[in-house]
């Protein structure tokens, strides 16, 4: 299912990745707030995949072709969220198609299950949901009716956010990775008084992830700071490092 | 300020576009939750500029260079989120710059009003708050202390929420464009059923964009049917011309 090599970290540790793509210009326009990206990182992060890159694009296939093929050579996983109901603004199927230079054709095994559910007299809006791109994979998951579509290392989810939730968990263990191990310190020292040792743990340690955000409405702490790696020994490692380096009078919390 | 064509919509009337390039590992491994994007996504809409695309990309130079790069070229205005501190991972001004092959220099106006704040002991993690890509235009908005930064078509703006928002609002008057016109309809018909007539209305009315929003969770209506444009008048006639093919026994509401 993968056809883009995956991401070397620099501890030599293969990591999976992955990219979301949000069609739909309800999100765009905010007429609707993105659900599924924000369920999406979670889950990601949870399963230990690294998610590297969201895009919300509008109804429009050139868009999605473009960004589908893009996200789809540069990363394992693609996650598609929206545009696959049977009303005009609906072009993800094609977008997808065209990101492969396939044709758009009706599936056999979709169309058989189409009729099935609706009966024979089933109409044109409805036999529309068996349209898919040549060759497309249809996954079964766990506990549901309908399978989801994949084509390459890109999984096509409805916009619909209980809908997208429910076919992503019934896949979602195909996914599952060494999971992400991670520390946060919580400091009252000023951000730009802890930029230079922040800088020379990061440094010393490339291996792992080191984030640093500021906050100016709390009391309790002026500055959040992520360790994480996959390795739970170099997390380990940076943060005793950084716990030496930090104004210890001044650490308000460590996790 | 703009390099780039704006968008000529159907019925001939240039639109201003944008594009917004989330910058944060901490967004895309569930750190934090964006509220930056979610922010302008309302605000553009208010202002009358078509947003099209949202990207959230990794603390990462060669990502934010290409992003906004690409998006620059495609839009009228971008607006980059976060990355801007004095930490190692703060690497948007380095990105920004090598979007338009430039250098990063310390730009002589942010260094005089940073010395002049901070005092002459200033360090470096404080003065690094004065580079720039070179040739960076200062924006002064209203009630602000700090400038925006703006590159080309681009306005760098800080990843804390508190900051995008005060920052943002201070250079907001200058993207005010003709407003949207939008009206919504509800109904209780399923989406399958009045596909063909939504269709029908969206190819007859090319200038309005039309939007079908199934729900499956609501006992009220199955259906939200958005139509909207830049011509009030358009927008009307596409309405009551889909109120006259939708079943009005099963018209849950019009806005």
Not at 101 to 116: I, S
Not at 150 to 165: D, I, K, Q, Y
Request: hydrophobic share 40%; glycine share 6%; aromatic share 8%.
């Amino acid at each position: 299912m993968t056809n883009a090599a995956s991401s070397l970290n620099i501890s030599g540790m293969r990591q999976k990745t992955a990219a979301i793509v949000v069609i739909g210009n309800e999100i765009l326009t905010g007429k609707s707030e993105d659900k599924n990206a924000s369920f999406l990182i979670g889950e990601m992060y949870r399963l230990g995949v690294a998610l590297r890159r969201i895009v919300v694009i509008p109804d429009d296939v050139e868009a999605i072709a473009r960004a589908v093929r893009e996200c789809s050579e540069g990363f394992d996983y693609v996650f598609t969220s929206g545009g696959v109901g049977p009303t005009h603004d609906d072009v993800t199927i094609e977008g997808v198609a065209r990101a492969f230079d396939r044709e758009v054709t009706r599936h056999p095994e979709l169309e058989a299950m189409l009729r099935g559910y609706f009966g024979e007299g089933i109409d044109a809006a409805r036999l529309r949901m068996a349209d898919a791109p040549d060759g497309s994979e249809l996954i079964r998951g766990v506990d549901m009716r309908w399978p989801v579509l994949a084509v390459n290392n890109v999984f096509v989810l409805p916009g619909v956010p209980e809908l997208f939730r429910k076919k992503f968990e019934s896949i979602r263990e195909r996914f599952r990775a060494e999971p992400f191990h991670a520390h946060t310190l919580y400091t009252r020292e000023e951000e730009f008084d802890i930029a230079p040792r922040l800088d020379q743990v990061a440094a010393a340690h490339p291996e792992v992830d080191i984030g640093s955000y500021p906050t100016f409405t709390r009391d309790d702490y002026r500055v959040k700071i992520t360790i994480e790696s996959k390795e739970q020994a170099a997390v380990e490692r940076a943060r005793d490092e950084l716990l030496n380096l930090l104004d210890a009078a001044l650490l308000a919390q460590v996790d």
